[in-house]
């Protein structure tokens, strides 16, 4: 299960959509802090190319993955530079995955974020 871990990690800070089909189910559905639900691999690759025309040098940090059964629950970290508003941002959350043939089938995530 840490390998999903290490693939997303990879495809975020890359912004890899190849790495992104391959890691989530093609009827993902992602729900981002209960604001944005996408809906299929192609509504996400649609918001991850948005988001990799914001998001520059990127560091994801898992800082405690636990398993059980079919789900993940990561509690992470990350910064990155966001171009739009010239700032450092910070985000900390949770992410919780429920994996299908082992791809991430959905994927919930919350978080706080601050800017510097």
Known sequence: ???IVELYK???EGHNIEL???IFHENIIYNDRDINLYVGIDELINYWIKNSKKQKNINFNPIEVTSCDDKI???WETSFFHTIKKKK???KGIIIMTMLDNKIIHFVEYFE???I
Request: net charge positive.
């Open 1 to 3: 299960m840490n390998n």
């Open 10 to 12: 990879a495809a975020w």
């Open 20 to 22: 992104l089909k391959l």
């Open 73 to 75: 629950i990561i509690l």
């Open 89 to 91: 941002k910070f985000l």
């Open 113 to 115: 974020r601050k800017y």
